[in-house]
């Protein structure tokens, strides 16, 4: 099937919301490790791991030995929680080991939208209150719940019902909603939180849901302290403090294995998905024993939750960051590019600001840095010029205007000095545009 012709049955058959990369869609066909090749053979390579799911390469050679010998075994593919299988409590067990400590009791989903659900749901059981509180900027998913608790009207839909849900002020410090500088603030976005809490709230919340540096919104990384004294006003309130590590986590940020940790919180819920599988369909959260157990004599289904495969790929992922130290390389690469980007920044000043951790980093595209006006159709032409360089990179923000750059966790120094190549060939192409 050609390229034109998939487009055809897509606009045919497939929702209008799924909009493809691209002027002209790319057609990917193979992978290995820190590249993909599309329908015509050509090599590209992936910064951005489909949506920042491709944590420990594509096809990694230990997955892929387990995936084979499963369908040479005639390994059972699906089961349900309903049967017994190692698969899923082994998962879990491993997820108890790399999480902060009191989590102990996993809930296995195939996304995270549905692992933020179940999150939601916990804390609103376990607290018996309904309100839950995000950020402006944030995102959870597109299910129901996630929706609500969207930041963003470009994902939100006039018929989406918001569901006892409230937003505070986003951590946003290149544009900080009170007029501060990250170095000289007292965090009031904090502050913020409590404002709203007091405001649109009875006073009594089930939880605040945050992502530990926010992915959808351009990876708007906050303050340092900021996740510290939110949680202690949301402790204040009796909430749960629920860390969406969808994109966080699994060590991208160079630090442990979730990025909550960085800044010495010990939330009482992680929801991840993404690069917990590397690519594979696979969510989850991980609560303390007492919220789980919260639910104790009602009955909740997840079909495909935990089912062997999946289970098996994101249990051997959590494997292979540990045995092979790739948290200590997302740190390693993620400062050697970073670096690389400020240099970038010197000629070409359409880069407002560089920001995130580790393998997480986010260049905001500005039309002049004094105004800091937003340059969505920049930042849009850099993604056709960097295709033609042979570079997938990824955007997001509230306007679009902001590059993500997001690769595997095992990508070495030779790759960095490419992905900084391609990119600076690019912004050079948009320089002349």
């Given at each position: 099937m050609n390229n034109d012709e998939i487009l055809q049955l897509r606009q045919?058959?497939?929702?209008?919301?799924?909009?493809?990369?691209?002027?002209?869609?790319?057609?990917?066909?193979?992978?290995?490790?820190?590249?993909?090749?599309?329908?015509?053979?050509?090599?590209?390579?992936?910064?951005?791991?489909?949506?920042?799911?491709?944590?420990?390469?594509?096809n990694h050679p230990r997955i892929v030995k387990k995936i084979k010998a499963m369908l040479e075994g005639d390994?059972?593919?699906?089961?349900?929680?309903?049967?017994?299988?190692?698969?899923?409590?082994?998962?879990?067990?491993?997820?108890?080991?790399?999480?902060?400590?009191?989590?102990?009791?996993?809930?296995?989903?195939?996304?995270?939208?549905?692992?933020?659900?179940?999150?939601?749901?916990?804390?609103?059981?376990?607290?018996?209150?309904?309100?839950?509180?995000?950020?402006?900027?944030?995102?959870?998913?597109?299910?129901?719940?996630?929706?609500?608790?969207?930041?963003?009207?470009?994902?939100?839909?006039?018929?989406?019902?918001?569901?006892?849900?409230?937003?505070?002020?986003?951590?946003?410090?290149?544009?900080?909603?009170?007029?501060?500088?990250?170095?000289?603030?007292?965090?009031?976005?904090?502050?913020?939180?409590?404002?709203?809490?007091?405001?649109?709230?009875?006073?009594?919340?089930?939880?605040?849901?945050?992502?530990p540096i926010l992915g959808v919104g351009g990876f708007i990384e906050p303050p340092v302290g900021y996740h510290k004294k939110v949680f202690d006003i949301v402790k204040s309130f009796g909430g749960?403090?629920?860390?969406?590590?969808?994109?966080?986590?699994?060590?991208?940020?160079?630090?442990?294995?979730?990025?909550?940790?960085?800044?010495?919180?010990?939330?009482?819920?992680?929801?991840?998905?993404?690069?917990?599988?590397?690519?594979?369909?696979?969510g989850a959260i991980i609560a303390k024993a007492e919220v789980a157990d919260s639910l104790k004599g009602k009955l909740h289904f997840n079909t495909f939750g935990g089912d062997p495969y999946q289970a098996m790929q994101a249990a051997t992922t959590i494997d292979i960051i540990r045995d092979e130290g790739l948290i200590e390389n997302a740190n390693k690469m993620g400062r050697y590019l970073k670096e690389g980007m400020q240099d970038l920044q010197k000629s070409f000043p359409v880069i407002g600001d560089i920001r995130g951790r580790g393998l997480l980093i986010g260049l905001e595209l500005v039309k002049d840095q004094k105004t800091k006006e937003v340059a969505p159709v920049a930042a849009a032409q850099l993604l056709e010029f960097a295709k033609e360089e042979k570079l997938l990179i990824g955007k997001g923000g509230l306007f679009a205007n902001v590059i993500r750059l997001a690769p595997a966790l095992n990508i070495n120094k030779a790759e960095c000095d490419e992905l900084l190549g391609k990119l600076k060939r690019a912004f050079e192409k948009l320089a002349k545009a």
């Open positions: 045919k058959h497939v929702y209008p919301t799924k909009v493809p990369y691209y002027k002209t869609p790319i057609h990917l066909v193979r992978a290995k490790g820190s590249y993909v090749w599309d329908d015509k053979g050509e090599k590209y390579l992936d910064v951005i791991g489909g949506i920042v799911s491709i944590s420990v390469g594509h390994a059972i593919q699906h089961t349900t929680f309903l049967y017994l299988s190692e698969y899923m409590p082994e998962l879990a067990k491993k997820l108890a080991e790399v999480a902060p400590k009191g989590l102990s009791k996993c809930y296995l989903t195939n996304s995270g939208s549905e692992a933020n659900e179940m999150a939601v749901l916990s804390a609103r059981t376990y607290t018996g209150e309904p309100m839950v509180v995000g950020l402006q900027h944030g995102y959870h998913g597109g299910t129901t719940t996630p929706l609500s608790l969207c930041g963003h009207s470009t994902w939100k839909f006039r018929s989406q019902p918001q569901a006892c849900v409230t937003h505070a002020k986003a951590p946003y410090c290149y544009r900080c909603p009170f007029g501060q500088k990250k170095e000289s603030c007292n965090l009031e976005c904090a502050d913020d939180v409590k404002e709203t809490i007091l405001t649109t709230t009875s006073g009594k919340i089930a939880a605040f849901i945050c992502e749960l403090y629920i860390s969406d590590e969808v994109q966080t986590g699994v060590g991208r940020t160079g630090v442990h294995f979730f990025a909550i940790e960085d800044s010495g919180v010990e939330p009482d819920i992680i929801s991840m998905a993404k690069g917990i599988g590397n690519g594979a369909p696979v």
